[in-house]
Each structure stands twice: as structure tokens, then as C-alpha cells.
């Protein structure tokens, strides 16, 4: 079948009125977990997979990516009316869209960051329908030492990208990898680091880790940081810019779209990097950048295109090869995985129904976004003035709760709440946590595809080198390694020049 005749029976499945359900239920509580703050995409997808346990797994990551993409939008609403950021990524839009607010055009920078995350969404889906067929024959081509080289390059570039610190960044990744050794060895079955624990033979629970390192330790920090009262939302008229703001408008969500979608290509980033970028590309471009943080329309355009754009994009490394290139692309990967589905080149093939029905359904949830943004802001907004001390014993609760349906062990709800203690710990010393849960997963294939290169080489480890695809990936990783050094040690100068002067 060609692309077209899958995607057509990708729409069909995902226009059952069970899956059309499962889509708006997910859209929904990601507008929600957006506009929360204390929340966002990793933890809002992270806490509610054990709602997905019994569901048919088309269904769950149906209702799981709308609530990654619908988070885009919902961070936006509150972010502008009310200067209250709900997701990482929209802190980059408070810099324009909340002094458009006091100026009384709220309504417009809603509507510019609606109809822009639309336009990166939806193109980047199409970018998705019709790059990722194409690159399944590359994929294809891959063995072990490929898949090997490729995990390693993902650690380069998280341990690069992850956090302010190589150091900080590789103690994240050498922590995931850890944790991922805990249990049975693949291929002798030898049990390591059980400490004689029964609990521990079979390693720990993805779902566990993911709701205690992004869910609860969200939830701790939240109550330990003062939240501020949000104001009352300004009043929302006027949802289209006008003439002379429309060309400029354009521009930045085309280039917004472009550096979303290749962003959402490059394990170890985030949302937050492509809003950045697309800001500073923006501000560089224009002719008066003293007008950015005073309300420049560009400045909301852009940035909000670009991280939504970068959800569509990120669906390909995960897809193709089963290396997510991001918290919630992680947390994602382990929902496929609880349900039965292993992401990579074979995908495409074993289970075409279930990769054009996921697919076909972000293009059904980002026009429902686009509905129930603009008509509904006020009302969203009213939604971040829930009280704090009301709102967190309930997701603290959900949590708990979902933790313990696992497999209905005290051992699971012990595991949620040393994970979450871990990762608040580790975001108060600013070690990024996304690594770890990246390296948790990625961790098992790793030693497998090492351990499958070795025996096909006779233990010949540089052998790997010479393979073309393998031997480029270890490359670039070795090259990203030394450039992150490299940067590491000319900030440091830098700074202690800054202290001297």
C-alpha cells in the first residue's frame, strides 16, 4: 500500500468514535496540564499511563500524544492572559505575549500563538506522512552496532544539551544507565544489584520512575516555591493581527515550523530549545529588536510555532528507531513498550495500523486545539486560580493510587516516593532528570546491541568503527563530547575574566 491508501486507513481508525473520544479526553487534560503550573508534559503524560492499563494501546497513545501536544497550547493561555507560565517551553512567550496583554491586545496574541500552533503542528505532521516512509529502508538497514552507535550519540547529545553542566549532564546519564543494570542481565540472566531484594530481580518499573523523577518532584516543588495569586485574566477581543502585522506574523511561523520539526529530529532536547532559538532568530532578523519584550508580535509567533512544530518532528526518531528525543518522548516510549509495542524500523511493517491511526489522530487533535483555544481562553485561564493547597493532595493521591494498580504492591508506592524525593533532590542541585529516564529505557538496548556487536565481531570492539553508519554515529558522539568540553572550559574562563574585571 502506498502512503496515502495508510494514512487514509490511519484516519479510519482514528475517526471510531472510541478513538475520537480517547483524542479529546487527551487534548483536554493536556490544556489542562499546560495551563497548571507545577505541571507539565513529561509529568502530566507520566501520572496518568496507569489510566491507559486494560485500554486498547492504539486508544492510550492516542489519549498519551494528545495530552503532549495539547500541553503546547494550554501553557500559552495563561502564559499571555495572566503572566503565569504553565509549561517550561512558555516562559519564552511570556517575554511578548504578557505585555501585549496590558496593552489590551490579548485576544490578538492568542490568536496568532492558536493559528501558529496549528500551522507547526499540522505541517509537521505532514512532514512526518511523508519523510518517515521514507527513511524506513534506511532504518532497515540497521543492526546492532547501528542501533549501539545511535544510543550513544543520543547520550552525547543529552549529556550535551541536558543541563547548564557536562558534568551535571553525565552524572544524569551514567545514573539512568545504572538504574537500568539493576535486575536480570540480557543473555546470562544474572541478577545484579538485587541487594537480595525479591522486589529488585526484575529491575524497576518505568512508570514508577517516570511519576516520582517528573510527576511528584514537580508536585514538591510546587508546594515549596510561593506561588503567586494570578491576577484576573484582561479581556479577550480582537483575534487577528492586523494588515501590518500579518506578513511579519507569517514569516515567523514558517521559520518557527522549519526549526521546530528539525529540532524535534536530535535526541536530548526539549520544547524549551526550539522556542528559544526560534526568540533569538526572530529578534536577530528583525529591524528594530528593541521592540522584543515590549510586546513584538514575532516574539509569540515564533517561539509558539516552533515548539509545537517540534512535537510533530520528534515522532520520527521515536517511530523509526525507538530513541525518544525527549522527557515525554521518553515517558511515551514506555507507555509503547507497556503495551506490548517496541518502536523501531519494524514498526512501520508489524503494526501499520496503529503508527498511520496515532498519526492521523494529531491531525484530528490539533483542529480540535484549535477550537477549543480561542472560544474557551477566559475560561481556561480561570483554571490556574485553583488553589494550590486543594490541587496537589488530589494529584498526589491520583498518583499514589495509579502507583499502587501496577501490580498492586506496597513496593511500587515506596518506589514513587523515593524516585520523587530523588528527583527533587537532583532539580534543586540543577542535574537534569530527563536523562535519566531517557537512559532507563534506552539502557536495555544498549547492552543488547553491544553485547549482539561483540559476539558478531568476536569481541573486536573497534571493529564497530567500521561500518559506515555505526562508525559515523561514534564520530559525531566523540566530536560532541569535545565541543561540550570545549564550551565547558571557555565559559569557565570566561566567568572567572568577568570576576577578575
Known sequence: MDTFSLLMTGFEIAFTWENLLFCL??????MLVGILPGLGPSAGTALLIPMTFGMDPISAIIMLAGIFYGSMYGGTITTILVNVPGEAASVITSLDGYPMAKQGRAGVALGVSAIGSFIGGTVAIIGVTLVAPQLVKFALAFGPPEFFALIVFGMTMVVGLAGKSLIRGSIA????????M???APGSGVVRFSFGSMHLIEGFNFVTIAM???????????????MKKPENPPVVKGLFPTRKELRPSLMSIGRGTGLGFFMGLIPGTSSVVPALMSYSMEKRLTKDPKRFGKGAIEGVAGPETANNSFCGGALIPLFLLGIPSSATMAVLLGAFILHGLQPGPTMFVQHPDFVWAVIASMFIGNLLLLFMNLPMAKMWAKVASVPFKLLFPIIIAISIVGTYSISNSLWDVGGLLAFGLLGYFLKKADIPVAPIALMFILGD??????????????GNFLAIFTRPISGTFLALSILAITLSIFAGFKNKKDNLVDVEA
Open 25 to 30: 479526553i487527551g487534548v483536554s487534560i493536556g
Open 173 to 180: 546519564v551514567l545514573l539512568g544507565l545504572t538504574l537500568a
Open 182 to 184: 539493576v535486575g536480570m
Open 212 to 226: 516520582g523523577l517528573f510527576g511528584l518532584s514537580e508536585i514538591l516543588l510546587g508546594i515549596e516555591q510561593q
Open 445 to 458: 538496548l544498549m547492552e543488547k546491541s553491544l553485547l549482539q556487536s561483540l559476539a558478531l565481531y568476536k
